[in-house]
């Protein structure tokens, strides 16, 4: 299952999955409400970040937050937001990716050690932490500007 609501590369995805014989086991949702989304995350075996390039990464906290295993892509910040928290791989490479996937898939213990360091590492974002730190910054900025 894709989620995203984004949808500028939905036919080329489709176009890919149908060339590789997979159309018929490949779902793209479009947009996902919150309530949606969260029954998603629920029924899911783990959670795939393929991202070449991400600013922050939310998608995947909330996953390793929920309890699922993150596969991410090891790429931009990704590894310095999820720390050990996931199981990364090439996104250059798509053996590297179906084997990080399958080692979730086939390692119960693998399995369970990621979604244990997840969660830790998910433990340490807030929302309230990233304002304090902001509004911090801010202040930082305008007193160094009346100095």
């Known amino acids: 299952v894709c989620v995203s609501a984004r949808n500028n590369f939905y036919e080329r995805?489709?176009?890919?999955?149908?060339?590789?014989?997979?159309k018929s086991r490949f779902f793209v949702t479009g947009?996902?409400?919150?309530?949606?989304?969260a029954t998603l995350y629920h029924q899911a075996v783990c959670y795939v970040f393929p991202s070449l390039s991400e600013g922050f990464g939310i998608p995947g906290l909330d996953a390793m937050a929920l309890g699922l295993p993150l596969v991410s892509a090891d790429a931009g910040s990704l590894p310095e937001i999820y720390r050990d928290g996931a199981l990364y791989f090439d996104p250059n490479n798509a053996q590297d990716l179906a084997g990080s996937?399958?080692?979730?898939?086939?390692?119960?213990?693998?399995?369970?050690?990621v979604i244990e360091r997840g969660r830790e590492i998910a433990k340490t974002y807030s929302w309230t932490k990233m304002a304090e730190q902001t509004l911090e910054v801010y202040q930082e900025v305008l007193g160094k500007e009346k100095a």
Not at 31 to 37: E, G, I, K, Q, Y
């Open 13 to 22: 995805l489709l176009e890919v999955a149908e060339e590789e014989g997979v």
């Open 31 to 37: 947009f996902v409400s919150n309530p949606d989304l």
């Open 101 to 113: 996937i399958n080692l979730i898939l086939s390692s119960p213990k693998k399995r369970q050690e």
